[in-house]
């Protein structure tokens, strides 16, 4: 008996929810439909135009003026080796950051 009221109940819940907000969704006219369509389709192609031109702007910062810094510096097979004791390690932090 318990178990079939918890089910009735969770069927109702369910109606409920679905009956709810399909008025919701008959409530509106198309023409304010067609306005959000609209909205969210411009604030998307904003999106994307803006993630374009960061990826753009900082490929060319990247080419342009941190790859000039760097040109000498070859990255080799070592450059993931983790070192083995402190000396190795700050020898390998002032090679890496070019100190001298």
């Known amino acids: 008996m318990k178990n079939n009221l918890f089910v009735n109940r969770v ?3 369910i109606l ?3 009956l709810c907000t399909a008025n919701f969704a ?3 006219l198309p ?5 959000v369509a609209v909205k969210f389709t411009l604030a ?3 999106v994307v135009l803006f993630s374009v031109l960061i990826t753009v702007g900082l490929s060319l910062y990247n080419r342009f003026f941190v790859s000039s810094h760097i040109k000498d510096y070859k990255l080799n097979r070592d450059s993931l ?3 083995k004791d402190k000396d190795e390690a700050i020898m390998m932090f002032i090679t890496k950051n070019r100190l001298k």
């Open 11 to 13: 069927i109702v819940a």
């Open 44 to 46: 998307m192609f904003g």
């Open 26 to 28: 008959h409530a509106a």
């Open 31 to 35: 023409a304010e439909i067609k306005t």
């Open 81 to 83: 080796r983790t070192p």
């Open 16 to 18: 409920a929810v679905f």
